[in-house]
């Protein structure tokens, strides 16, 4: 394979338009594995995960098998899960508990932070193995950091600070936590887990998209709409209709009362779209009731308030993050192959909420991530269709032009759309991806920082 | 959409249910679903009735951890009207599905109420790719006006919490 040098990844980003190569040269992925995630701070697990020294839990960055483990002296660590004998995976088990980790194979054994333990036969090697060699473990991840329980890890040595590369995004994971009256999120209610056949990136460029709900969620929308309010509902059935029946919101809605923000290093979040009055959280809901109260108790009335005015629907961290802070629901996009695709999704539990809290949640998480969901399923069909279009030998160019004339500067070094159905987050995050990518001389250190410096660029 | 009248069930009877006449009623139940005939599938639940699907092996609740399907009444109507809808894209092409049902027991019984255990293996066609399905259904059935009828449905896929694409015809 020739070499794709930053000339040749630059020529497929232009204004307003991008190479249909970025979603099916298996080149092109490789080296997004490589560049991009290889070096951007990746979501790998929350605290409330890994509670007690012992605990661990499976994760992974890019295609890499990670495990995040609570140490012996309480501190987080994320480790390669290979044995440094014969790189067999030594956990096998998405989670758990432990004092030690065994490989398997020939019982090479390792402290909970990653350092060899002890290995049977240790004799007659060569003269570079060295069993005191911090080389000779379970490898750590380079850097790892947490922002308020929310825990990322960088493959790379040296690059931002993981809050200098979440930027304002910051203020998305504080909604989130602050809803909470006892102020600490746990992670709870399972795992969806969902795979599509198509490129990794379709999906955070979907999640900002406030034009094709009317399209492609038509059939859920007519069907809740016409569905009678007068059949019985034990509550959950209620949350998801109401939320289908959202969707259909007219254009008018979504360019006159919705905004679209953006921010260095291609995050974005979408603003204003449902708020606690129109979902699961009526304000006349006992349940919504209890809480309001029960935040008031705890953090004072003028705090509860201007943590529930606070109105966010999805916020997308660049590369693969995408969360919504209202609903305390959070995905993963995990890429498998460039045109496949494996997405995790988790909920979160506000710790000092009343229970039937958690149960909207996981109603609200049913029918916007499940796997059998009724609106869900119909966004996968989309990602798979466009992977299937782009097998054909169409158009070179896909567009991301829509409301490029009417992008505005926005506060903390952002951009906005003029309204929400700007596709200025997906421009935002290629403007990511080109720092990322096009970086064909830098060190890893400077790949990182890079998108800030061409966002500003085209500002 | 027009919710159906009840369909008329095969063999009529009424007091105690036995293993025979459960399973009867399950593979009509398996028949209509894989004929597509999910106005009539519907019609076979009572009008509290719910339908899940659990995300975990041996899930305790649908309330506290999500599931691939958890419906009540109001929102399985919803589905089935969506299943009917021009526009379901996740739907077009339509899937074809062939079910086979066995393993039929009865679990607990009442004198006109049961718990029936089966197993089922789905086989589900669409766009050029079939997925196979496989598990164990639990329906609580009843005896109603018109026939047997559902009063609740669990279904436990072997490969619950497996990543799967869309989840999109019922189980």
């Known amino acids: 394979m020739t070499p794709i040098t930053g000339d040749d990844i630059r020529a497929l980003v232009q204004p307003g338009r991008v190479s249909r190569r970025l979603y099916t040269d298996p080149d092109i992925f490789d080296l997004e594995l490589e560049r991009i995630f290889g070096s951007a701070w990746i979501y790998v697990g929350h605290e409330s995960q890994v509670k007690i020294p012992g605990d661990f839990v499976a994760t992974r960055i890019g295609r890499k098998p990670l495990l995040l483990v609570r140490d012996a002296e309480g501190n987080i660590q994320l480790l390669h899960n290979q044995c440094a004998h014969r790189g067999s995976m030594v956990v096998a088990s998405n989670g758990g508990h432990t004092s030690e980790f065994r490989c398997c194979y020939h019982g090479w054994t390792y402290h909970l932070d990653g350092r060899l333990k002890v290995a049977p036969l240790l004799h007659g090697y060569p003269a570079h193995f060295d069993p005191k060699n911090p080389e000779f473990a379970m490898l750590r991840v380079p850097r790892v950091a947490s922002y308020r329980g929310f825990v990322f890890g960088s493959l790379a040595e040296h690059g931002p600070s993981l809050e200098d590369y979440l930027g304002f995004m910051t203020t998305s994971f504080d909604d989130m936590v602050d809803r909470a009256p006892d102020g600490e999120l746990e992670v709870a209610g399972g795992v969806f887990k969902h795979t599509y056949r198509g490129n990794w990136k379709l999906y955070l460029e979907n999640l900002c998209d406030a034009a094709h709900p009317l399209f492609v969620h038509q059939s859920s929308i007519d069907a809740a709409r016409q569905q009678s309010d007068e059949v019985h509902s034990d509550g959950s059935g209620e949350i998801a209709i109401r939320q289908m029946r959202q969707n259909g919101a007219p254009y008018s809605f979504w360019e006159e009362n919705v905004g679209i923000w953006t921010y260095p290093n291609g995050h974005s979040f979408l603003g204003d779209y449902h708020d606690d009055a129109k979902l699961v959280a009526a304000l006349n809901d006992p349940v919504f009731r209890d809480y309001i109260a029960t935040m008031e108790a705890k953090q004072g009335k003028e705090k509860t308030r201007r943590t529930l005015e606070v109105r966010r629907w999805n916020s997308n961290v660049y590369p693969n993050l995408s969360f919504m802070s209202q609903f305390q629901q959070l995905r993963v996009v995990h890429p498998i192959s460039v045109n496949e695709t494996v997405v995790h999704t988790y909920n979160y539990r506000l710790k000092g909420a009343p229970a039937r809290m958690f149960e909207n949640t996981i109603s609200f998480a049913n029918i916007v991530n499940g796997t059998g969901s009724l609106v869900l399923t119909d966004d996968l069909e989309i990602y798979t269709r466009i992977g299937l279009g782009l097998t054909s030998a169409g158009s070179e160019w896909l567009e991301i032009g829509r409301g490029y004339a009417g992008d505005l500067p926005a506060e903390h070094g952002g951009r906005r759309g003029k309204n929400s159905t700007s596709e200025v987050y997906i421009r935002n995050m290629f403007d990511a991806w080109l720092g990322y990518m096009a970086n064909d001389v830098g060190t890893e250190g400077t790949r990182a920082t890079a998108p800030q410096a061409v966002a500003e660029m085209r500002q | ?171």
């Open chain 2, 1 to 171: 959409m027009t919710l159906p009248q009840r369909t008329v069930q095969p063999r009529p009877h009424s007091g105690a249910f036995d293993a025979a006449e459960c399973e009867t009623f399950l593979v009509h139940e398996a028949r209509l679903l894989d004929e597509g005939r999910f106005d009539e599938w519907l019609s076979l639940f009572t009008a509290d009735a719910w339908y899940w699907v659990p995300s975990e092996p041996n899930q305790a609740s649908p309330r506290d951890t999500i599931s691939l399907i958890y419906d009540d009444r109001r929102l399985l109507e919803t589905r089935v009207r969506r299943l009917a809808s021009p526009r379901i894209y996740s739907q077009e092409p339509r899937s074809r599905t062939s079910r086979m049902i066995g393993n039929v027991t009865i679990e607990e019984a009442a004198a006109d109420a049961c718990t029936v255990r089966s197993k089922f293996q789905l086989l589900e066609y669409r766009r050029e790719s079939q997925r196979i399905f496989g598990g164990t259904s639990l329906h609580r059935l009843i005896r109603g006006d018109g026939g047997i009828q559902i009063v609740w449905k669990r279904v436990d896929l072997v490969n619950c919490d497996a990543p799967h694409e869309g989840l999109v015809v019922p189980f």
